[in-house]
C-alpha cells in the first residue's frame, strides 16, 4: 500500500500497452488521478475489446454461428419457459405457505457469574451437572457443577496450559 505497484507486464509479458496502461491508472495511488467511475473507465476498456471500426483484430478467425430451426429449437425454447415457470412457482407456493419458525426458550437457570469467559457448556444427560470452560483465553480450565446447589470444581487444576 505504501509503494508504486510493479507494472502488470512485470508479471505478463503478453499483456498489451494500451491495458496495463489502465490498469496502472486504476492502481494510481492518489484517487484524484484514478478513474472516478466505473462509467469513466467503460469507455477505454471498450476502445481495447473492440478495434475501431468493429473489425475483427488480425490473427483471429470469425466464428461462424449455426442456428438451430425448426421443431428442436421451439420445442426447446418452449419447454425451458415451461420449466422455469414451474419451478418459480413452486418457489413462490413454499414461501407463501410457509409457518415461521418459533423460538421457545424453557426455563433459565444462572449457573454461574464468575469473572472472565465461560465456553462450551455440556450439560449431562441426566441434566443434573453441567460442565464447562471458564477463565482468562490462554489459560482456561475445564470446570464441573450441579446445576442446582454446590460450587463449580476445577477438574484441571494444577495443570499447565489451555484447557
Known amino acids: ?10 508479471h505478463r509479458q503478453a499483456v498489451p500497452p494500451a491495458l496495463a496502461t ?17 462509467e469513466e473507465l467503460l469507455p477505454q476498456l471498450e476502445a481495447l475489446a473492440t478495434p475501431s ?6 490473427g483471429t478467425a470469425p466464428i461462424e454461428i449455426t442456428r438451430r430451426t425448426g421443431r428442436r ?8 419457459v415451461a420449466a422455469i ?5 413452486a418457489a413462490v ?24 469467559l465461560e465456553l462450551d ?12 470452560a471458564a477463565g482468562p483465553i490462554g489459560s482456561m ?8 446447589g454446590e460450587r463449580e470444581s476445577d477438574l484441571t487444576a494444577g495443570l499447565p496450559g489451555n484447557h
Open 53 to 58: 471500426g468493429g473489425i475483427t483484430p488480425a
Open 85 to 89: 415457470a414451474l419451478i418459480g412457482g
Open 22 to 38: 489502465i490498469v496502472t491508472k486504476c492502481l494510481a495511488k492518489r484517487p484524484a488521478d484514478r478513474w472516478q467511475t466505473a
Open 93 to 116: 407456493t413454499m414461501l407463501l405457505n410457509r409457518e415461521p419458525n418459533l423460538i421457545v426458550v424453557g426455563r433459565q437457570t444462572l449457573l454461574t457469574n464468575a469473572p472472565g
Open 73 to 80: 429449437a421451439n420445442t426447446g425454447v418452449v419447454l425451458t
Open 1 to 10: 500500500m505504501s509503494e508504486t505497484p510493479e507494472p502488470v507486464t512485470d
Open 121 to 132: 457448556p455440556a450439560i449431562s444427560p441426566d441434566g443434573r451437572t453441567v460442565a464447562y
Open 141 to 148: 480450565h475445564i470446570y464441573v457443577r450441579q446445576v442446582i
